[in-house]
C-alpha cells in the first residue's frame, strides 16, 4: 500500500483535533482508500506548550521550511491560521509542487487568486473544504456533486458563534452583551468577538461559496456586510410575533442577466422556513440549483471535530491524486462566467422590518409613514404592543419591497424626525 | 477541448430530464470541466413514441448493443430500469472497458456485487448518485466528503412517494388509500405503488446507504422491511397528540463490537427533531459521524429534475476520469469492513406505539397491561381520547424500549385477547 506523508503546520485546535482524528480513524481511512496516511512531521510554535492533544515529540518542529522544503513531504496541511505567514507557507508549499489542504477561509478570501494562480502554475491542487461550514463538505458539493446546475439562489447559516449568540438571545431573553460572555465561556467565541459579530467571518464564507458557484473571485471588499450588534432582544421578540427568527443569512442571488448579489446581514427568516430552525453553533446552507430545485446542508459549522472531518475529506482527496497522479483533476478553482459581477448594494430590493423608539404622542406614526410614503415604500403591518408606559414607546413596522437606495434614504429621513430615536432596520427574507 | 461521447440507453422520463438538463448546462459543465460532453446515441424502446423531451431522430436506436459496442461511445449511461436487460447493459458495457453511470437502485441492491466485480476486473469505473435520494449527493458524500467518519448512526426519508402519502395523511386527514390515489394523481406514485408503499425500493435505498457506510454490500432480503399500509389517520392523530409525526424511516445503526442494523419501517419521529419536518416528496439523510458529529442532507428525493442532476453530477465525474485517465479513483465500492454483519431484527431494542381497538369494559387495559408485563415491556404512557360512543374504543399506548423479540411475543399474545380487534404497533426513534 501506497503511503502518503502529511506534513501539518500548526499544533493548536484544529491541528489537535486533525491528528487526533487520523489516529482514531487512519486505518478505516486507509482501507477504504488503500493509501496509508502518515503524519510525518507536525510544525508548532513552540514546543513546550501544553496540548489537550499530546503530539509526538519526535515529529514536532518550530520551523515550517522544514516541512514544506522536505522531499519525503508528499502533502502539507496549513492549519496555523492568520493571513500573513500562512501565504508565504501555503505559496511556498504549491511552489515546490506540493498539494496543500487548508482550513484558512481569511487567507482563502482575500488571496484566493494568488494561490489559486501559483497551484495553477506549479500542477499542485489546493484544497479547502473546512474553511466554510464546517464538517459539511459544501465545497465539494459546489465543485463536483451539483455541478450540473446554475445555482440561482443561496442561503447560508455561516457562523456558528452569531448563531448561537442570536439563539441564546432568542430562547433565554438575554441581551447582546450577556450572550456574547455566554458564548466566550462556552468556547465559542474569542475574547475579541468582532470577526465573528460584526459578520466579517461569514461574510468571507460566503464569498468563497458566491466564487464557486458563479465561477469569479469574489473578494471580502465586494461582500456588502452587516453585524449582528444592533439586534436586540425586543427585535427577537417583535419577529417572534410576527412569525420570524433573526439569523445572519449569507445571500447569493443570481437572477438572470443581472449581476450577482452576494451579501452578508442579519434577516428575519420565516419560521416555517427549514432555515429558522437552526439553532445554536450549527451552519446550514440551502440552495436552488435550476436542475436539481431546492436543497439543504446542516451540520456543526466549526469545532474541532467537524473541521477536522473536513480536512480528512480533503485529505483523501489530495492522496487519491497523489496516487493516481491526477492532481488536477478537480482544481483549486475554475474561472467559468468571465462577465460575473457583483451588483452594488443599493439597487437589491429587500423587504424591511423597522423598530423605532418613538414618543408617544399624536402623529408620529403619522410622520414615519408620509416619510416612508416619499420614498415609496409601502408600509405592510404595524405592531405596537399594548402597556408600554413612559414617554417612550417601541415599535416594529414590516414593509413592503423596496430598493436599498430607497430605504437607506427613507431610513436617513426618518433619523431626522424629532419625535424618533434610533431607527433600526433589519431585512426580511421571504426566499 | 477534448470530448466526451455519451450513449444514454433508456429516453423515457429520465433519460428525457437529463438529455433536456445537458441542453440546458452542458457549456456551463464544459467550463467548469474543460471537457466538452456530446450525447452521441440515444436506445429507445420505440421510435415513434411521442414524447415530452423531444429526442433527435438522428441519434436514436432500438438496439442497446449498438451503444454498447461502439467503439466511439466512451461512456454509457444506464436510464431505462429495471433488472433483467438493464444488468445486462451495464454488464456488457463494463466489460467493453466503458464506465457507466446508472440511476437503477434496483439493479445495485439486487446485483451490486456482480456489477462491481465486472468494473473491477475491466478497470471501467461504475457510478450510482442518481439511485439514491434523487438530487442529494449523498454517495458522494458517504464515499468521499465524509471519508474520516465511522459513520454511527444513519436516518434516511428515502421514499417521497410514501412521504407524500404520509403528509397528505396527516395534513389532510386523508385515509390511506384517498392518499395513495392523490399520490398516483400528482404523478408521484405508480399505478401499482406497492414496490413504494410496501418499502420495499426505500429499502434498496437504505440498504445501498448501508454497504459505503459499513464496506460489505448488503442485500435486500437482509433489510428488515415494513411498509406503510397499516398506518391510518388515527395513527397520525394520536401521535401528533403524543408530540410525533410518522415517518416511513430508513435506519442504519453500527454499535461498537454490535452486528449492523439495517432497518426500513414507519416510526414515530419527536416533532423536535429536524427530520420530522420533512414533508411532501421530499427526502432527507440525517447522520452521525464519529469526528464530524451530526449533519442532515435535503432535497428533492425523486423526479425528472433531480434525477437529472444526480446523473450529470456523475456524468462529471467519469469526464473527469476519462481526461485524467484515473478510472478507478473512487471505485465503484471498496470493501472495508470485511467481518461485518447484519444483525436480526429480533435483537434490536426499539421503542413501540401500540395502537388497539378493544371492547368498551372493564379490565380490558388491564389484561393489555398484564400481557405487556409478562414480556418484560412497561407502559410509558396511554392516550384514549374522550366521547368515543358504541361498545369499541381506540386506544394508543407508547411503550418504554424492548428488544423486538418480546414485543413480537406480546403483540402476538394480545392479538388472541378476546377484547381486542387489531393491535397495530409503530416503531417510535427517539434519535
Same mark, same amino acid.
Given at each position: ?26 486505518? *478505516? ?7 496509508r496516511l502518515r503524519v510525518a ?33 508528499? *502533502? ?18 504549491? =511552489? ?69 449568540? *442570536? ?5 433565554? +431573553? ?8 455566554? @458564548? ?19 461574510? /468571507? ?8 458557484? /458563479?465561477g469569479f473571485w469574489v473578494k ?6 452587516? +453585524? ?26 443570481? @437572477? ?39 436543497? *439543504?446542508?446542516?451540520?456543526? +459549522? ?26 488536477? =483533476?478537480? =482544481?483549486?478553482f475554475t474561472p467559468h462566467e ?61 414593509? /413592503? ?31
Amino acid at each position: 500500500m501506497q503511503t502518503v506523508n502529511i506534513g501539518i503546520i500548526g499544533g493548536g485546535t484544529v491541528g489537535g483535533g486533525v491528528v487526533r482524528a487520523l489516529r482514531r480513524n487512519g486505518a *478505516l481511512m486507509a482501507s477504504r482508500l488503500d493509501v496509508r496516511l502518515r503524519v510525518a512531521r507536525i510544525a508548532v510554535r513552540s514546543r513546550r506548550k501544553k496540548r489537550a492533544v499530546k503530539l509526538p515529540a519526535d515529529l514536532l518542529t518550530t520551523d515550517w521550511r522544514e516541512i514544506v522544503e522536505d522531499p519525503k513531504i508528499d *502533502l502539507v496541511v496549513e492549519l496555523m491560521g492568520g493571513t500573513t505567514t500562512a501565504k508565504e507557507v501555503v505559496l511556498a508549499a504549491l =511552489r515546490a509542487g506540493k498539494p496543500v489542504v487548508t482550513a484558512n477561509k481569511a487567507l482563502l478570501a482575500f488571496h484566493g487568486e494568488k494561490l489559486f494562480a501559483a497551484s495553477e502554475k506549479s500542477g499542485a491542487n489546493l484544497y479547502y473544504e473546512a474553511s466554510v461550514a464546517g464538517g459539511i463538505p459544501i465545497i465539494k458539493l459546489l465543485r463536483e456533486g451539483l455541478i450540473g446546475n446554475h445555482v440561482t439562489e443561496l442561503y447560508g447559516i455561516l457562523n456558528g458563534t452569531c448563531n448561537f449568540i *442570536l439563539t441564546q438571545m432568542q430562547e433565554n +431573553g438575554m441581551g447582546f452583551d450577556e450572550a456574547v460572555a455566554e @458564548a466566550q465561556a462556552q468556547g465559542f467565541a474569542e475574547a475579541d468577538p468582532s470577526m465573528d459579530v460584526d459578520g466579517h467571518d461569514a461574510a /468571507h464564507k460566503v464569498g468563497i461559496l458566491a466564487s464557486l458557484a /458563479h465561477g469569479f473571485w469574489v473578494k471580502p471588499k465586494r461582500v456588502f456586510t452587516e +453585524g449582528i450588534r444592533h439586534v436586540t432582544p425586543q427585535d427577537l421578540e417583535f419577529a417572534d410575533q410576527l412569525g420570524y427568527r433573526i439569523k445572519l443569512l449569507g445571500t447569493v442571488k443570481a @437572477a438572470k442577466d443581472a449581476p450577482v448579489q452576494v451579501t452578508m446581514y442579519p434577516a428575519l427568516v420565516p419560521k416555517s422556513h427549514v432555515l429558522a430552525s437552526v439553532g445554536g453553533v450549527y451552519n446550514a446552507i440551502y440552495l436552488k440549483g435550476d436542475v436539481l430545485g431546492d436543497t *439543504l446542508y446542516y451540520g456543526q +459549522g466549526a469545532g474541532q471535530d467537524a473541521t477536522a472531518s473536513a480536512v480528512l475529506g480533503d485529505i483523501a482527496d489530495a492522496a487519491l491524486d497523489l496516487k493516481h497522479d491526477s492532481p488536477e =483533476r478537480v =482544481r483549486a478553482f475554475t474561472p467559468h462566467e468571465a462577465n460575473g459581477e457583483i451588483g452594488a448594494i443599493d439597487d437589491v430590493v429587500n423587504s424591511y422590518y423597522l423598530r423605532l423608539n418613538v414618543l408617544d404622542r399624536p402623529g408620529v406614526l403619522n410622520q414615519v409613514a408620509s416619510t416612508l410614503a416619499k420614498a415609496r415604500i409601502s408600509i405592510a403591518s404595524v405592531l405596537q404592543p399594548e402597556g408600554q408606559e413612559g414617554k417612550n414607546v417601541l415599535l416594529a413596522l414590516m414593509l /413592503h419591497a423596496a430598493p436599498e437606495a430607497s430605504m437607506a434614504k427613507a431610513l436617513k429621513a426618518i433619523g431626522k424626525l424629532a419625535a424618533v430615536k434610533k431607527p433600526t432596520m433589519i431585512r426580511v427574507e421571504n426566499f
